[in-house]
T-cell receptor, first 110, second 114 residues
Framework: EDQVTQSPEALRLQEGESSSLNCSYT??????LFWYRQDPGKGPEFLFT???AGEEKEKERLKATLTKKESFLHITAPKPEDSATYLC???????????FGAGTQVVVTP | EAGVTQSPTHLIKTRGQQATLRCSPI?????VYWYQQALGLGLQFLLW???????NRGNFPPRFSGRQFPNYSSELNVNALELEDSALYLC?????????????FGPGTRLTVT
């Protein structure tokens, strides 16, 4: 069965303090790895899709990378509005199903 | 472009009752997915519908069921509600690539069972 583990569970950053979130996965036949952002009480907002090892994608202060066993979400010079829970998910052998990790809750203080 | 919409926003039911949740996908999307997000747990896959057919199902009992209408909107029905069914129910939609596509989520329906 596909598994996704995210670390750390929570991360508290000062504004401007860069950091990285980790997503480790085991999957039979990776069809895609997805990063979402979720604000409290709201639905996840799509950030990135990665399909093959070595792939990288960037959006504003966020950069996602992928290896054969894990993905990293790098947050560069974060701002308070980057505070959210960041979710990692994989699509593998079970078609249509996204297997989610538990998420990393990020708090950025001014 | 309008996103995925869900109704109602909040739903309060009593144990043993039935709940019906609704979802309208993004225009042009034929696939609809349902997920449960219970407090302290991650998103758990419930169901995938495409072109009116159930394509895949997660590890949930049969009292969780749904359907997809010709206009691609969808309903999730939960029968014989239990306290542990209290959760945020999220709907997502995608264009279908055969194995499921990039999923965009709606705002969710908060179901509370008392």
């Amino acid at each position: 069965e596909d598994q996704v583990t995210q670390s750390p569970e929570a991360l508290r950053l000062q504004e401007g303090e860069s950091s990285s979130l980790n997503c480790s996965y085991t999957v039979s036949g990776l069809r895609g790895l997805f990063w979402y952002r979720q604000d409290p009480g709201k639905g996840p907002e799509f950030l990135f899709t990665l399909y093959s090892a070595g792939e990288e994608k960037e959006k504003e202060r966020l950069k996602a990378t992928l290896t054969k066993k894990e993905s990293f979400l790098h947050i560069t010079a974060p701002k308070p509005e980057d505070s959210a829970t960041y979710l990692c998910a994989v699509q593998g052998s079970s078609w249509g199903k996204l297997q989610f990790g538990a998420g990393t809750q990020v708090v950025v203080t001014p | 472009e309008a996103g995925v919409t869900q109704s109602p926003t909040h739903l309060i039911k009593t144990r043993g009752q039935q709940a019906t949740l609704r979802c309208s996908p993004i225009s042009g999307h034929t696939s609809v997915y349902w997920y449960q997000q219970a407090l302290g747990l991650g998103l758990q896959f419930l169901l995938w519908y495409d072109e009116g057919e159930e394509r895949n199902r997660g590890n949930f009992p049969p009292r969780f069921s749904g359907r997809q209408f010709p206009n691609y909107s969808s309903e999730l029905n939960v029968n014989a509600l239990e306290l542990e069914d209290s959760a945020l129910y999220l709907c997502a939609s995608s264009r279908n690539t055969g194995t499921g596509g990039l999923q965009y989520f709606g705002p969710g329906t908060r179901l509370t069972v008392t």
